[in-house]
């Protein structure tokens, strides 16, 4: 089964980027994101396999437990080269502990990903177009440059989510104390 360790978008800002995520796929017919059926979200450690998920499950609680809740925010435009349009994401001290420690107890599960793992604290990042942008990077970043909006969140909550199918869904909640 494919796994992958997220902090899910809630309220106004998971219906700010979904709705974004749908305007730039319909509006420019580039589907990788919208059609990937991911729900909005920020990955603290990209897809994994394993047999053992109570033990990873185990692993994030305790993590969880260490960790106190804390606030950050998501907002203005960014990219990864002509690859990825994106909305920036600025942790808390607190969010880029959790993900660090994340990543040192389970760095056993890799993935086809697990590169990205070793840097994602510096590059936190909520997706809006990806992968199939090239040719129309420069068209979706001057229609996104309208849409400049910015969320202070709550960091209390991690979700591991599987992708059984063709559709990410939510298999354990771990709260942040």
């Known amino acids: 089964m494919n796994y992958r360790i997220v902090y899910l978008l809630k309220g106004e800002s998971k219906r700010y980027a979904e709705k974004l995520i749908e305007k730039v796929a319909k509006k420019f017919n ?3 994101v919208y059609s990937g059926k991911q729900p909005a979200h920020i990955t603290l450690k990209y897809r994994f396999e394993t047999d053992k998920i109570k033990e990873v499950e185990n692993k994030i609680r305790k993590i969880c437990e260490e960790t106190k809740s804390s606030s ?3 907002g203005g ?3 990864f080269k002509k690859h990825a349009l994106i909305l920036k994401v600025r942790p808390s001290k607190e969010m880029v502990k959790f993900e660090k420690k ?3 107890r389970l760095n056993h599960l890799e993935g086809d990903l697990a590169k990205f ?9 909520v997706g809006i177009a990806h992968h199939d942008i090239e040719e129309k990077f420069e068209m979706i970043r001057n229609y996104l440059k309208k849409y400049d909006k910015n969320f202070k969140v709550k960091f209390d909550k991690i979700y591991l989510i599987r992708k059984p199918k063709n559709k990410w869904i939510v298999q354990k909640t771990f709260d942040i104390k």
């Open 30 to 32: 580039v589907n990788f």
């Open 117 to 125: 793992d070793k840097v994602l604290y510096k590059n936190f990042h």
């Open 77 to 79: 435009l960014s990219n």
């Open 72 to 74: 950050f925010e998501i």
């Open 102 to 104: 994340l990543l040192k």
